[in-house]
């Protein structure tokens, strides 16, 4: 859909707000502002699917949005990544780095937090899928996530 994807991204993770994970159960990984504006400016807004790694983690499946949470009208734009892995700490300061490999579909206002949680859900399924295609796959091994990063 989108001919400029992949897109390859690196920066600090910074704290958002913190409703993620208390409000909707599902944490995402805020990018620090830097890293926001070195990402192109025809990239659109919406949810996106593809591989992220924080510091030297294994590399991951994850789904992300990108643009100003409608339900939630913020006036900043983010770029949150939900990696879907279990981790045993926070990850404020470490550096995540992804490769956005397609588009979802557009952010959308919903009249529920549970509608919001639900599409969410549903987001994460289709990734999961997606990501298993041989041409999904060929971007985790990109060299792009073998390049060491220091640890914090
Ligand atoms: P914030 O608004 O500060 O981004 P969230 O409620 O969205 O807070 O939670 C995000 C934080 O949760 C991340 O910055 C990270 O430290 C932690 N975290 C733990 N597990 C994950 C995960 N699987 N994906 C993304 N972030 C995670
Ligand atoms: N917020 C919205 O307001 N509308 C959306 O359609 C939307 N889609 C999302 C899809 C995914 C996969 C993720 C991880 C988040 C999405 N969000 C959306 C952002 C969500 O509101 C945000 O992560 C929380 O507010 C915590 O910062
Ligand atoms: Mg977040």
């Known amino acids: 859909m989108q ?19 208390k409000e909707l159960g599902i ?19 919406g949810v996106y699917y593809g591989w992220a790694k924080v510091n030297d983690s294994d590399v991951h499946k994850m789904v ?3 643009g100003w949470n409608p339900f939630y009208n913020n006036k900043e734009k983010s770029v949150e990544t939900h990696i879907l892995h ?8 470490r550096t995540l780095k992804i490769c956005i490999v397609g588009y979802l579909r557009p952010e959308q206002n919903f009249d ?8 969410i859900n549903s987001d994460i ?13 060929q971007f985790k091994e990109n060299s792009f996530f073998k390049e060491t990063i220091e640890k914090s």
């Open 64 to 66: 992300l949005s990108i």
């Open 86 to 93: 279990e981790f045993k700490c926070d990850l404020y300061g």
């Open 3 to 21: 001919k400029q994807l992949p897109i390859y991204a690196c920066g600090e993770i910074v704290r958002g707000f913190g409703r993620g994970s």
């Open 112 to 119: 529920s937090l549970e509608a919001l949680i639900e599409t």
């Open 27 to 45: 944490p995402t990984a805020n990018l620090s502002l830097e890293a926001v504006k070195a990402l192109p400016d025809s990239l659109q807004t």
């Open 125 to 137: 399924d289709q990734a999961k899928t997606l990501l298993d295609s041989v041409d999904s796959k």
